[in-house]
């Protein structure tokens, strides 16, 4: 496999591949280093977690980072994101990392080229590598993805991190289930929706999602978000012992969480940060040394 644009692409057997080569980076019994090759990051869409996580994991492996800004690019005279990664590529740039706002148009445009390409999030699309830092916090956290019951609650419809992730954990053997106001349902992803009281207290791992307010045509009121189908201090209380919070963040503090809970003993969104990194690393290291 050259390159990863969606979570469609990887067995089983490959997912717990990379999360094992994760685990060697996390331990440091695995050590790989690119010093001298070249690595791109190309965000069109904003981002703070991915551009920089994916920044932290090339330098960690020595990778000379390329970082394309879209406003001080031939991007803004017209040219193509293809011709762009051509360009990237005759330069002697290995790999890209690419975040923009069109669902699918990695695939479509990666066929020709030499060189690997990652999503790093396709609109609506995907987004495989928060769900591949989602799976690895899950397995460290559980030892396994087996008749785990997950819960992804929030703006459905909207977000590339439930598609991602929902395909995934179902594949690896999880129950998942799905919490969202009905217009921010998606049937195409799953018909098992339940309320956020149910899902309290039936999960093992409770996933959270911000409102994509960006990607709606109509505004949003969300002052009683939070009570209908948030994370409040009293639903926390109710779920197991065991049980665990993630969000792939940014996090809305009082929205669809009690702002107090973001770093709660149950939650895992800064660690689930930190994973991104290594779970980087290992992709990066996997794409261009060994393949998938
Ligand atoms: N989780 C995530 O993709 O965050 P950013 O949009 O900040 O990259």
């Known amino acids: 496999m050259k390159h990863l644009h969606s979570m469609?692409?990887?067995?089983?057997?490959?997912?717990?591949?990379?999360?094992?080569?994760?685990?060697?980076?996390?331990?440091k019994q695995?050590?790989?280093n690119y010093s001298g090759r070249f690595a791109a990051n190309i965000f069109l869409e904003p981002s703070?977690?991915?551009?920089?996580?994916?920044?932290?994991?090339?330098?960690?492996?020595?990778?000379?980072?390329?970082d394309l800004e879209e406003k001080d690019s031939?991007?803004?005279?017209?040219?193509?994101l293809y011709?762009?990664?051509?360009?990237?590529?005759?330069?002697g740039t290995e790999i890209a990392i690419v975040r923009q706002s069109q669902?699918?148009?990695?695939?479509?445009?990666?066929?020709q080229l030499g060189m690997s390409v990652i999503n790093a999030g396709d609109g609506t699309g995907e987004h495989p590598t928060q769900s591949l830092l989602d799976l690895f916090t899950i397995k460290d956290e559980f030892g396994t993805f087996e008749g785990l019951s997950v819960v992804i609650a929030g703006d459905i419809k909207h977000s590339r991190v439930a598609r991602s992730n929902a395909y995934a954990l179902k594949n690896l053997g999880a129950d998942v289930k799905f919490v969202a106001k009905p217009e921010w349902q998606d049937k195409t992803i799953s018909d098992k929706y339940i309320s956020i009281d149910e899902a309290v207290e039936e999960c093992d791992v409770l996933m959270l999602l911000r409102i994509q307010h960006e990607r709606h045509r109509?505004?949003?009121?969300?002052?009683?978000?939070?009570?209908?189908?948030?994370?409040?201090i009293e639903r926390e209380g109710r779920m197991k012992r065991s049980s665990i919070i993630l969000h792939p963040a940014p996090v809305n503090r009082g929205v669809e969480i009690s702002a107090s809970l973001v770093e709660s003993e149950k939650s895992r969104i800064f660690k689930?940060?930190?994973?991104?990194?290594?779970?980087?690393?290992?992709?990066?290291?996997?794409?261009?040394?060994?393949?998938?």
């Open 48 to 66: 703070t977690r991915t551009k920089h996580s994916f920044y932290m994991a090339e330098r960690r492996l020595g990778l000379e980072v390329v």
């Open 218 to 232: 109509d505004p949003f009121q969300s002052s009683q978000y939070l009570e209908d189908f948030g994370l409040t």
């Open 30 to 32: 695995l050590s790989p």
């Open 74 to 80: 031939s991007l803004i005279k017209g040219e193509s």
């Open 8 to 27: 469609t692409q990887l067995t089983n057997k490959e997912i717990e591949h990379i999360i094992h080569t994760a685990k060697s980076i996390e331990n």
């Open 83 to 91: 011709d762009t990664l051509k360009t990237l590529e005759a330069l």
């Open 272 to 292: 689930q940060m930190t994973n991104g990194v290594t779970i980087r690393m290992a992709l990066l290291h996997l794409l261009l040394e060994e393949g998938i």
């Open 103 to 111: 669902n699918g148009l990695i695939k479509q445009i990666t066929e």
